[in-house]
């Protein structure tokens, strides 16, 4: 069934919300009966609720229609290799998926269906096949935000030590004990 999406920019890629602008749209949402015709358009939240769609919302861009479960490509929801790379997962060989500091298993999902296709465990999928999560490190009590990178595996590759470098992270003391680590498998 083709339905609607609401797709909508941020700093980290595209995301997009199901999107009804007519009674037949709502069907299959369990809104049918609680959504009139005037409140139409509505952007359901992907959290169990909805508002009232205006295109002028901050982000905005544009709406599609798709009949997939996940109607954008991962590299459209999760920059590949953007420079401005904060947070998200870094592959083997060394390619930046984005993401914003609650976005990492969302964005293992989809890595891991488009690479690992039918992994139950998306995150561990990852962990288990060298990739590297860049983590917001802030506890809480600093006054500044910073980067933790963690693998499950304890070692990295020379494609992600040099990803690492050109992120600026190469300093930090996990990448520090993680390149020691892994030193004499390059």
Known sequence: MVKKY????????????R???SAEALEGTGFEEIITEEQLPVVFDGRGGYY??????????????????????????????????????IS?????????FTNHNKCAQMIARKFYPGSRFPER??????????????DGTREHHG?????EKGSITRRQADRLFDLGLYNNSEVQKLIKDSENDW
């Open 147 to 151: 980067q933790f990178v963690y693998t």
């Open 52 to 89: 009232h769609f205006r295109p002028d919302e901050r982000g905005f861009k544009k709406v599609i229609e798709s009949d997939k479960e996940y109607p954008l490509e991962l590299e459209e929801m999760y920059k590949l290799n953007d420079p401005g790379f904060k947070l998200g997962w």
């Open 125 to 138: 999928t990852l962990d288990r096949n060298g990739w590297l999560q860049v983590m917001d490190s802030w």
């Open 92 to 100: 083997p060989d060394g390619d930046t998926y984005s993401c914003a």
């Open 19 to 21: 999107y009804a602008d």
């Open 6 to 17: 609401a797709v909508y920019s941020s700093p980290t890629g595209d995301y997009c919300y």
